[in-house]
């Protein structure tokens, strides 16, 4: 079956321009992830989220970030008023296992932000 | 909260040869999960190998194992007989059983010479 696929695998944008990034989980995963990879840095956590439950949130920035997920599938990370500290790489993960710590998480392509 | 710490930002190996990456960890949880991630130039972070904490035993996975220290809180992996394909970023992380998000160290870059 198909993996995690993400949308667009490039973006470059204009400072202040808002941005959309898409996110393809793997079908019947019940567990999406953003995570944010900064150059030179290990990822970190955006947001989560677990079937209906509410979103763990504890990881955006700014409240220039924000994400939804739609039907339980399709996730969208939106920035707003995009500035140069956001460019980065934005991976997303899905993963199965929603009642034990070990879930293997599955990794999309990323997608590759740049702000000018 | 946990935090994970790759103290080599690069290591170099010999084709063939065998190296070993450094991690170490911090978190209040009893239970949890580490797992070393590969992440090559096309930017897919794939899983290498995963370590239970309340295992003794080291994970191996091929030509990949642990030495999983739980007392010192170290994490390393053992890459044996190293190929070219093994070139790339390797990062640590920690899940724990009061979340499900991932914390990853910095990362490990990995160069194969011939």
């Known amino acids: 079956g198909a993996g995690v696929s993400q949308s667009p695998s490039n973006k470059v944008t204009e400072k202040g321009k808002d941005v959309e990034l898409r996110c393809d989980p793997i079908s019947g995963h019940t567990a999406l992830y953003w995570y944010r990879q900064s150059l030179g840095q290990g990822l970190e956590f955006l947001i989560y989220?677990?079937?209906?439950?509410?979103?763990?949130k504890s990881g955006l920035p700014s409240d220039r970030f924000s994400a939804e997920r739609t039907g339980g599938s399709v996730s969208t990370l939106t920035i707003q008023r995009t500035q140069q500290e956001d460019s980065a790489v934005y991976l997303c993960?899905?993963?199965?296992?929603?009642?034990?710590?070990?879930?293997?998480?599955?990794f999309g392509p990323g997608t590759r932000l740049t702000v000018l | 909260a946990q935090t994970v710490t790759q103290s080599q930002p690069e290591m170099s190996v010999q084709e063939a040869e065998t190296v070993t990456l450094s991690c170490t960890y911090d978190?209040?949880?009893?239970?949890?999960?580490l797992f070393w991630y590969k992440q090559p130039p096309s930017r897919q972070m794939i899983l290498v190998i995963r370590q239970e904490a309340y295992k003794q035993q080291n994970a191996t996975e091929n030509r990949f194992s642990v030495n999983f220290q739980k007392a010192a809180k170290s994490f390393s992996l053992k890459i044996s007989d190293s190929q070219l394909g093994d070139a790339a970023m390797y990062f640590c992380?920690?899940?724990?059983?009061?979340?499900?998000?991932?914390?990853f160290g910095t990362g490990t870059r990995l160069q194969v010479t011939l």
């Open positions: 992380a920690i899940n724990t059983g009061t979340a499900s998000k991932l914390t």
């Open positions: 993960a899905s993963s199965s296992n929603r009642l034990s710590s070990y879930n293997e998480q599955f």
């Open positions: 989220f677990q079937g209906n439950s509410a979103p763990d």
């Open positions: 978190t209040s949880e009893s239970d949890y999960y």
